[in-house]
């Protein structure tokens, strides 16, 4: 019953969600050549590429986060097993991009089908996937019941589910329960998300397993970022804001102008979470007064800046490698949420976020009990946080190097999801 409503409603509600997706889809970057494969329109060159991919294991991502994971997971299971074969499906331009750029032997790339029953079974049709593993907190009911009805194996790895979440599975739960139990395995991060995600389905399979992101490494054959080119060639201190959301680029860049008269040395990169927002930070930037560029425009005959503006995907390690200090975002400026911490961690960089991060509580929780960051209560300590680590650069570096060694106690959890998924 549950899925003949949905397939009922789906198209309806699907409508007014096409405005939206077209929107996305001119402003955001990304592969864009074949978003067609999103309502399962395959050219006859895709249809015989991807019949070599028939019966391969199908790894289902969503945007840049997920799919980073999931080349990860792949890297690390085709090195466990080299004889298995990956397709790996994104929703977002951006996550197919970086998924085509850093694609693994042995696998291919397209774009998951929207969950309308029948491109879902076209898609399903054409790979015949000996498995569908789906990262995170992805549910679409179509592509999870034609899974289970096709290969009779469905996995969650790396599942999580926030308070937010929680709350929403809770209050659907009669909807939400039959989907979950569409999984063989759920695979969770913590103790607290196999509470939750039992509280909804309490027949489902699930077993905690970790969080993939803390098996994260700096990555090989890094691509070089050369933030000279916009910041002269004098030894500078880089202040890193990333994956920030609307209100915090004021914050920081407020907070940033006071900091340059005591340390004249600080540049600032600002890494918006998404880019089609640099238009509307840039014109913040000029409202302040600030000297910047554009990292896809360049300095466009300007002479060197204060402010560099990264509105490009796929870099953030690159210019993590280069930071001094880094703010995570998606923690200030009203925000709660937050984001990966364990990607400065890596680096052994100064991390500097918000007090409560609901989505990534966990991690929060492991850096602070190895005083391996440092929070801030109120927007009104950040001015004085970030000057306590300018300040002694040398306990700023120390701090960096407990992060690091906090996130390698807390690896294994790819081996042990590959291991349940062979099983």
Same mark, same amino acid.
Request: glycine share 6%; aromatic share 8%.
């Given at each position: 019953?549950?899925?003949?409503?949905?397939? *009922?409603?789906?198209?309806? /509600? $699907?409508?007014?969600?096409? @405005?939206? =997706?077209? !929107?996305? %889809?001119?402003?955001?970057?990304?592969?864009?050549?074949?978003?067609?494969?999103?309502?399962?329109?395959?050219?006859?060159?895709?249809?015989?590429?991807?019949?070599?991919?028939?019966?391969?294991?199908?790894?289902?991502?969503?945007?840049?986060?997920?799919?980073?994971?999931?080349?990860?997971?792949?890297?690390?299971?085709?090195?466990?097993?080299?004889?298995?074969?990956?397709?790996?499906?994104?929703?977002?331009?951006?996550?197919?991009?970086?998924?085509?750029?850093?694609?693994?032997?042995?696998?291919?790339?397209?774009?998951?089908?929207?969950?309308?029953? *029948?491109?879902?079974?076209? /898609? $399903?049709?054409?790979?015949? @996937?000996? =498995?569908? !593993?789906? %990262?995170?907190?992805?549910?679409?009911?179509?592509?999870?019941?034609?899974?289970?009805?096709?290969?009779?194996?469905?996995?969650?790895?790396?599942?999580?589910?926030?308070?937010?979440?929680?709350?929403?599975?809770?209050?659907?739960?009669?909807?939400?329960?039959?989907?979950?139990?569409?999984?063989?395995?759920?695979?969770?991060?913590?103790?607290?998300?196999?509470?939750?995600?039992?509280?909804?389905?309490?027949?489902?399979?699930?077993?905690?397993?970790?969080?993939?992101?803390?098996?994260?490494?700096?990555?090989?054959?890094?691509?070089?970022?050369?933030?000279?080119?916009?910041?002269?060639?004098?030894?500078?201190?880089?202040?890193?804001?990333?994956?920030?959301?609307?209100?915090?680029?004021?914050?920081?860049?407020?907070?940033?102008?006071?900091?340059?008269?005591?340390?004249?040395?600080?540049?600032?990169?600002?890494?918006?979470?998404?880019?089609?927002?640099?238009?509307?930070?840039?014109?913040?930037?000029?409202?302040?007064?600030?000297?910047?560029?554009?990292?896809?425009?360049?300095?466009?005959?300007?002479?060197?800046?204060?402010?560099?503006?990264?509105?490009?995907?796929?870099?953030?390690?690159?210019?993590?490698?280069?930071?001094?200090?880094?703010?995570?975002?998606?923690?200030?400026?009203?925000?709660?949420?937050?984001?990966?911490?364990?990607?400065?961690?890596?680096?052994?960089?100064?991390?500097?976020?918000?007090?409560?991060?609901?989505?990534?509580?966990?991690?929060?929780?492991?850096?602070?009990?190895?005083?391996?960051?440092?929070?801030?209560?109120?927007?009104?300590?950040?001015?004085?946080?970030?000057?306590?680590?300018?300040?002694?650069?040398?306990?700023?570096?120390?701090?960096?190097?407990?992060?690091?060694?906090?996130?390698?106690?807390?690896?294994?959890?790819?081996?042990?999801?590959?291991?349940?998924?062979?099983?």
């Amino acid at each position: 019953m549950v899925y003949l409503v949905y397939n *009922l409603l789906f198209p309806i /509600v $699907f409508l007014f969600f096409i @405005p939206g =997706m077209v !929107v996305k %889809l001119i402003k955001r970057s990304g592969w864009k050549k074949t978003f067609m494969e999103r309502f399962a329109f395959f050219s006859a060159e895709r249809r015989r590429e991807l019949q070599s991919y028939r019966g391969a294991v199908w790894i289902h991502s969503v945007s840049v986060g997920e799919t980073q994971i999931a080349l990860d997971l792949i890297r690390g299971w085709g090195k466990m097993h080299p004889e298995r074969k990956f397709v790996i499906s994104t929703t977002t331009t951006t996550g197919q991009q970086l998924a085509r750029d850093r694609v693994p032997p042995n696998t291919t790339v397209i774009f998951c089908p929207v969950d309308f029953i *029948l491109w879902v079974r076209k /898609v $399903f049709k054409m790979l015949e @996937p000996c =498995m569908l !593993v789906v %990262l995170e907190t992805e549910l679409w009911p179509n592509m999870l019941n034609e899974a289970r009805k096709r290969c009779g194996k469905v996995f969650l790895v790396n599942g999580r589910m926030s308070d937010k979440s929680s709350r929403g599975y809770a209050r659907f739960r009669l909807f939400f329960c039959p989907v979950l139990s569409c999984f063989s395995t759920i695979m969770v991060q913590s103790e607290n998300d196999c509470r939750r995600f039992l509280a909804v389905a309490p027949d489902a399979n699930v077993v905690v397993t970790g969080n993939l992101k803390f098996d994260r490494a700096v990555p090989e054959n890094l691509p070089p970022v050369n933030l000279n080119e916009y910041f002269g060639d004098d030894r500078h201190r880089i202040l890193l804001a990333s994956c920030t959301h609307p209100g915090e680029e004021l914050l920081i860049t407020g907070t940033y102008q006071r900091l340059r008269s005591d340390f004249p040395d600080l540049r600032l990169v600002l890494v918006p979470r998404h880019a089609e927002r640099a238009p509307d930070i840039v014109g913040q930037l000029k409202d302040c007064g600030i000297t910047f560029c554009r990292r896809t425009k360049g300095l466009e005959g300007q002479s060197m800046v204060d402010c560099l503006l990264a509105d490009t995907t796929g870099e953030m390690f690159s210019f993590i490698s280069k930071a001094d200090i880094v703010i995570m975002g998606k923690s200030l400026a009203g925000h709660n949420e937050g984001h990966n911490l364990i990607e400065p961690a890596i680096f052994a960089k100064p991390i500097v976020t918000g007090h409560e991060l609901t989505n990534f509580r966990f991690v929060l929780n492991v850096l602070r009990e190895a005083d391996g960051l440092l929070t801030v209560q109120n927007d009104d300590e950040l001015e004085d946080v970030l000057r306590r680590l300018l300040d002694d650069p040398q306990s700023a570096g120390e701090m960096g190097c407990r992060a690091e060694k906090a996130i390698s106690k807390n690896r294994g959890a790819t081996e042990k999801t590959i291991n349940i998924l062979e099983a």
